[in-house]
């Protein structure tokens, strides 16, 4: 613009004097108003970003020592709660017979040994009592005094205190997902800790392998037939160097990490591991001491890539 | 034509004296009309087309929006041209038209042609034109507060999103009734929505998907209307109300029925009041706020509409829920007003200098009232036909005004007409009626060639400035246009209203006596001009001298566009990287304001971050407009703190917050750059093509090689890229293998993350979106959102993970279109060369070393096509405009000799210019150089005054030596009085201090530098270089016949 102006401005004279030559217009024009120059950190090489300590006070930038850490890699499963299968206990009459007596109502406790029914055999016109093979609970009854006892089943006893967990392990979690894995359910506000007891493929339709979870429910806080989800540890260890996951950006294609210098902060490239979710192995370019922003470093990535900044339409 | 006007002037002037009311009145009815404001709109004739695309990356904006649309716009009549960007949806396209096309005809070409292809952009989105208004529009804000402590009606403080509530339903549609305004746009705080946040795990446990409730949202939401019955000869209306209206209600909506068991929404979602995912922030004094903006609907009165906006506000006030109210932050009232009042005081106080200096060279008090009486009326008249013309009142367009130099030609009738009177009375006492209009008549029609001609001149002088174009055209042509009506009125006004006014009032004995002054002068003049006539060489040569001296002067001065004028408060843009996401900006935001605020001289400080609800300024969320609201200088702890100054230390104190980059404005300099943007650098190489990757590489290698280039500064390739994408790419197979669709993967992912609508909850006139989407934690978990379990069709589910590939990728940010095309634009600024060779070699070393793949090719723009379309028609529009003035000249004297003598005034005068530029410390501009302009018609007037005497007398007298002196001597009161009133009329604009001033300070600064210059040059140089080159032909009886000027 500015030069366009001179340019008219110049013939504007021109008009005036008549016989102006053209000389005056060295195109020395000064336009730090319009064009941003380049700012300060560009004097000094990549790699270093030079801030004034009020500065980075004044951002706020927390830093942590690099260090070594315990990487937790967990997978997300998600599965049913089925009551343990033996556990559960059909009461079935021995001998065909008319029902005399029934003790139990539905929802009751049982303890196993503990009567029954009182069923009177068709054969032999003999009373006999049918007693609880298991402890747990009455769940479903079809019998009823007076009624005739056959080949159906009569109740239904299950014990609740024992559940199992059955989690869907699809591919792409089925190498990682082993036996013995320490596991953390949770449906809704529920949850507990267990292990996983036995893998076995699912049913032939779906490409998934089931992991069997043993749940304590002495409680009796949990169901059958609850969705859970559940998180599996698939692999504990301890890395010599870690640094926050918050605490990587990236600039120009390359993962870094701010280490506070002298001057203000290092930027460091850096190779990065496994990673859980807090923390990421680095396996070059960091040393253990190091301390490195975590929070508000977004503040320094900006600080760095601002000189890209700008407002074009 | 000029005598029988003259005459029926004299005769009938009552008549013609009666005129004055109709100017009067036509002046004071248009004055009602006459659009005012600060500065002239240097908006280009643009309609934006917007289309809000929710969840649209640029992409996809890009292929399904932006360039359907665009496609369809080709053709249009008088369109320029078009641009287009695309980013997270936003699509906006803005559609220029060629200068002069009527707005409201092109929006409805627009309108048609958006009606057409509404079926060929995705369902639901729609494109819409911004508002009616041009850069000047927005013209108040406010913002909507709450007093510390105070409560909502249900007990909880007030938060962003009810104020946002507040100003959309209460305060915004009672403003947007205002007369004048055509738009109130809202930025800041959450538009309240109704959430639906499922748990995925319920969800699964009831085998349902998003779709599953959305649907059942969307089927249990609907008030309908049955038709009616009759009964007993009475209308029954049936109705079945079902719409929701409360966070119950929708926990309670049933979803489906499992074994006879109802699962209700509230079982598997919770139910809340949410924000939106927003586009844009506002902060004020570090806190988030919500910010209104009204805009103007194009060529209403800026400053009336403020005013009833802010009148309304006050107004909306009284019924706000009690704690809340609506602060206005920014009015521009304020600024005209300054801006006016310091038009009106230059304009004021130059009219009363000119006064002042007529009556005390004039010696009658009636004399100098009728000359004087010139200024309002043409004043007047010149207010008429600003309004005829659309000429809208700033400081530019009435910035030029001088009042002296309009009443020039009726200084030189006056003048002539009492000495004329003065001389008859001396011979016959008081004069009859008849003699004394006769004596009247002969008087004017005496000079009145002369005089017409000079300001004839005058104006001719300024159409060069019609042949700018572009935003200097803009500028400066309401500028030339003013000047014109008013010198042209005050033509007409010479030959019409004056004899007329001395005919009819100049009825007492006129004692014309030489008054002190006037001896003086010209006691002093006499033995200077004889010295002079004497010292003939020596007086060439130092004029000479004087303009060699003045042109190297005139390039050591610093060199500015146009003045800026001083809007009183500042804009800072602050710019981060981008990517940057909307709550980072605005926590950033909120600290530069802290540390703006810190400052003694701020009075508030508040931003917008991002775009607003109707994207007039499509800023990304890394972005911020700040303004600096200053106190009046007089609060200040240094009130002669200049303001750049402020900026200075404002940017030094900011550059300790990192992460920020600054630009320094003003607020409506800022609008003006955003609107009319385009390629601000010197010289703009656009690369058009398809694949942005390729037009990038060959941005970039075009950079470099234009690096490589001596002269190259600040080159720069656009930034399209760098915006952080996390794209979910599906396996197909995979998908297959469990039985979905992609189209289905997708839905859940955007249902997920993004939302998805299911209705309205309506609120008596309030309507809010009710949106389904996962709740915030589990939305913002990348780790979880790659488990997140999909419903298979079967009834089981899968994890995202395992049939989708998430991965985060940087992609373009931002993708700009020009003509229906993709283009990236490298950019360079040329310093220490001249900027038409520095073009050259780019583009002969590009065509050389460059080969672009086929589909891709190059545009240069830049100001350099500015520059080149300038110089080449101010290269043809100024010679020709010297050759018509020298022309004029030749016939008023047919003498090319003669008309050259006059033409030496001209750089004469601008030695003066140059001096007085020099002097106060002021860089050439280009009202500096309309100034010149105007001085060099002044010049001329003056020439032409003086000489057209010397040789009349020189005919008659025949003798050249006296005819020179006497001519002299006896024009020395005309010349002296067009000389001290232009240059007086000038003096109050060249001192003031005012808002606006600096705009005026260079053109007065240079016409009175010139005028001075200019005068005293005339008085010696003029008859000096006559007196040589006519020293050869002493004789009377050669000297060439008047031809123009005799009549």
Known sequence: MNLTFNQTLLTLILLAVLTAPATAAPHDHDDHEEYPTEKSHDDHEEGELELENAAIEKAEITLEKAAPAELTITATLFGKTEPDPQR????????????????????????????????????????????????????????????????????????????????????????????????TLSAGPRSAQSTIRFLNPGSDSQPTVMAHVPLDNSDGRWTPGLLVQANVVTDTFTVPLAVRNDAIHQVNGERVVFVRSEHGFEVVDVSIGRRDAHFSEVTAGLHVGDRYAVGNSYLLKAELEKSSASHEH | MIDSMLRFSVERRWLVLSLCFVIIGAGLWSYQKLPIDAVPDITNVQVQINTTAPGYSPLETEQRVTFPIETALAGLPGLSYTRSLSRYALSQITVVFEEGTDLYFARNLLNERLSKIRSQIPPGLEPEMGPIASGLGEIFMYTVEAKAGSQQANGEPWDAMALREVQDWIIKPQLALVPGVTEVNTIGGFNKQYHVLPNPVQMLTWKLSFDDIRNALANNNDNRGAGYIERNGQQLLVRSPGQLASIAEIENVVIKTVNGTPVRIQDVADVAIGKELRTGAATKDGKETVLGTAMMLLGENSRSVAQAVGDKLAVINRSLPSGV????????????????????????????????????????????????????????????????????????????????????????????????????????????????????????????????????????????????????????????????????????????????????????????????????????????????????????????????????????????????????????????????????????????????LSFPQVKTVFARVGTAEVATDPMPPNIGDGYVMLKPADEWPDPWLRKAELAEQMEAKLQTLIGNNYEFSQPIQLRFNELISGVRADLGVKVFGDDLSVLLESAEAIASLMNGIEGAADVRVEQVSGLPV???????????????????????????????????????????????????????????????????????????????????????????????????????????????????????????????????????????????????????????????????????????????????????????????????????????????????????????????????????????????????????????????????????????????????????????????????????????????????????????????LEG
């Open chain 2, 325 to 596: 109210m609506a602060n206005p932050v920014y009015d521009r009232t304020t600024l005209v007003d300054k801006a006016i009042t310091t038009v009106q005081k230059n304009l004021l106080e130059g009219a009363l200098l000119v006064v002042v200096v007529l009556f005390l060279l004039l010696g009658n008090i009636r004399a100098a009232l009728i000359t004087a009486a010139v200024i309002p009326l043409a004043m007047l008249a010149t207010i008429s036909g600003m309004v005829r013309t659309g000429v809208s009142a700033n400081l530019m367009s009435l910035g030029a005004l001088d009042f002296g130099l309009i009443v020039d030609g009726a200084v030189i009738v006056v003048e002539n007409a009492i000495r004329r009177l003065s001389e008859a009375q001396q011979a016959g006492k008081t004069l009859p009626l008849k003699e004394r209009l006769e004596v009247v008549y002969n008087a004017t029609s005496e000079v009145i060639r002369p005089s017409l001609f000079g300001v004839g001149i005058i104006t001719v002088v300024y159409i060069p400035i019609f042949s700018l174009t572009g935003i200097e055209g803009k500028m400066f042509h309401p500028m030339a246009a003013t000047v014109v009506m008013a010198l042209l009125a005050a033509m007409v006004m010479s030959v019409t209203l004056v004899p007329a006014a001395i005919a009819a009032f100049m009825t007492a004995p006129v004692a014309e006596k030489e008054n002190a002054v006037m001896q003086k002068a010209k006691a002093l003049y006499r033995p200077i001009l004889t010295w002079a006539l004497r010292a003939k060489a020596l007086v060439l040569l130092a004029a000479v001298a004087l303009l060699v001296v003045s042109l190297w002067l005139a390039s050591t001065l610093g060199r500015e566009f146009v003045p800026q004028l001083d809007e009183g408060d500042l804009a800072v843009q602050s710019l981060r990287v981008t990517g940057t996401g909307l709550e980072q900006s605005v926590a950033m935001q909120q600290a530069v304001e802290k540390e703006i």
């Open chain 2, 726 to 1044: 996390l794209n979910v790419i599906p396996y197909r197979t995979a998908v297959a293998r469990y039985g979905l669709s992609v189209g289905e993967l997708q839905d859940v992912v955007a249902a997920a993350v993004g939302g998805e609508s299911a209705g309205l909850i309506f609120n008596g006139d309030r309507r809010f979106e009710l949106m389904v989407r996962l709740p915030e934690p589990l939305r913002k978990d990348l780790a979880y959102l790659s488990q997140l379990p999909i419903a298979l069709p079967d009834g089981g589910y899968v994890p995202l993970k395992e049939v989708a590939r998430l991965e985060e990728q940087l992609s373009p940010a931002q993708i700009s279109r020009e003509n229906g095309k993709r283009r990236v634009v490298v950019t360079a600024n040329v310093r220490g060369r001249d900027l038409g060779s520095f073009v050259a070699e780019v583009q002969r070393r590009v065509d050389s070393e460059l080969t672009l793949p086929a589909g891709y090719w190059l545009a240069y723009g830049g100001t350099f096509e500015q520059l080149q379309s300038a110089s080449q028609r101010l290269g043809i529009v100024v010679p020709v405009t010297l050759i018509i003035i020298l022309g004029l000249l030749v016939m008023a004297f047919s003498s090319l000799k003669d008309a050259l003598i006059i033409f030496t005034g001209v750089p004469l005068a601008l030695t003066g210019g140059v001096l007085a530029l020099w002097l106060r410390d002021m860089p050439l501009s280009i009202s500096a150089g309309i100034g010149f302009i105007a001085l060099s018609g002044i010049a001329v007037l003056n020439g032409l005054v003086m000489l057209s005497f010397i040789r009349e007398l020189w005919q008659s007298k025949g003798d050249l030596y006296m005819a020179i002196i006497d001519g002299a001597l006896t024009r020395l009161r005309p010349v002296m009085m067009t000389a001290l009133v232009a240059s007086l009329g000038f003096v109050p604009m060249a001192l003031n201090t005012g808002t606006g001033a600096e705009v005026q300070r260079p053109l007065a600064t240079v016409v009175i530098g010139g005028i001075i210059s200019s005068t005293l040059l005339t008085l010696l140089v003029l008859p000096t270089l006559y007196h040589w080159l006519y020293r050869n032909r002493p004789d009377a009886a050669r000297a060439p016949a008047n031809t123009i």
């Open chain 1, 88 to 183: 559960v206990s059909h009461v079935k009459a021995r001998y065909s017979g008319q029902i005399m007596s029934v003790a139990p109502s539905l929802g009751d406790t049982v303890k196993q040994g503990q009567e029954l029914l009182v069923v009177e055999a068709n054969d032999s016109l003999k009373r006999y009592t049918i007693k609880a093979p298991i402890g747990g609970t009455v769940v479903d009854l079809h019998a009823n005094k007076g009624e005739f006892a056959g080949e159906s089943a009569l109740m239904t006893i299950a014990d609740f205190g024992k559940l199992w967990a059955v989690l869907s392990v699809f591919p792409q979690d089925a190498d990682r997902v082993k036996n013995g894995q320490s596991v």
